[in-house]
C-alpha cells in the first residue's frame, strides 16, 4: 500500500518542479534581455556622443 502512494506524490511534485524551472528560465531571460539591451542603449549613446564629438570639432574650427 506504501508503494502507490509514494508514486502519486512523486507525479504530484514533478509537474510543479517543472513549472518552477521554466519560470527560472523565462526570469533568466528577461533579466538577460533586460541587460542586453540596457548594454546596447549605453553603446549607442556613446556611440552617438563620439560622433557628435567628431562631427561638432571640425565645424567649431
Do not use: R, W, Y
Not at 518542479?17 to 523565462?26: F, I, L, N, P
Not at 528577461?30 to 556622443?49: G, N, R
Amino acid at each position: 500500500n506504501n508503494v502507490p502512494t509514494d508514486q502519486d506524490s512523486k507525479t504530484l511534485t514533478q509537474p510543479i518542479e517543472e513549472e518552477s524551472k521554466v519560470a527560472e528560465g523565462t526570469f533568466v531571460h528577461t533579466l538577460f534581455a533586460i541587460f542586453i539591451l540596457s548594454f546596447l542603449c549605453l553603446c549607442h549613446f556613446f556611440v552617438h556622443m563620439k560622433i557628435g564629438v567628431i562631427v561638432s570639432e571640425p565645424i567649431q574650427k
